[in-house]
């Protein structure tokens, strides 16, 4: 069994940055992938970037250049550097990790970019 516990969303002004953190524990092994995902009140979840097992990033358009996920010890603590934020940030977001083990989710933290 593994568990993921997010932290670090918070309330931002626009253009400012937030790290959210996720934290894994159990049954965690290095040659995991690992990524965030966000969703806004009516919308659908969608991908922010994942970090494969072998370091390799993928990020969605919207956030190319302004965010940057990476990942320590082995994977067990996953990070999302957001900078430039802007108000279609504004969602919860979720830490994933796929192993052989399974799919499983964190719990969300929220992310909210108002003036």
């Known amino acids: 069994q593994v568990q993921l516990v997010e932290s670090g969303g918070g309330l931002v002004q626009p253009g400012g940055s937030l790290t959210l953190s996720c934290a894994a524990s159990?049954?965690?092994?290095?040659?995991?992938?690992m990524g965030w995902f966000r969703q806004a009140p009516g919308k659908e979840r969608e991908l922010v970037a994942t970090?494969?097992?072998?370091?390799?990033?993928i990020y969605a358009d919207s956030v190319k250049g302004r965010f940057t996920i990476s990942g320590a010890n082995a994977k067990n603590t996953l990070y999302l550097q957001m900078n430039s934020l802007n108000v279609e940030d504004t969602a919860v977001y979720y830490c994933?990790?796929?192993?052989?083990?399974?799919?499983?989710w964190g719990q969300g933290t929220q992310v909210t970019v108002s003036s």
């Open positions: 159990g049954s965690v092994f290095s040659l995991n992938d």
């Open positions: 970090i494969s097992s072998g370091g390799r990033t």
């Open positions: 994933r990790l796929v192993s052989v083990a399974g799919v499983y």
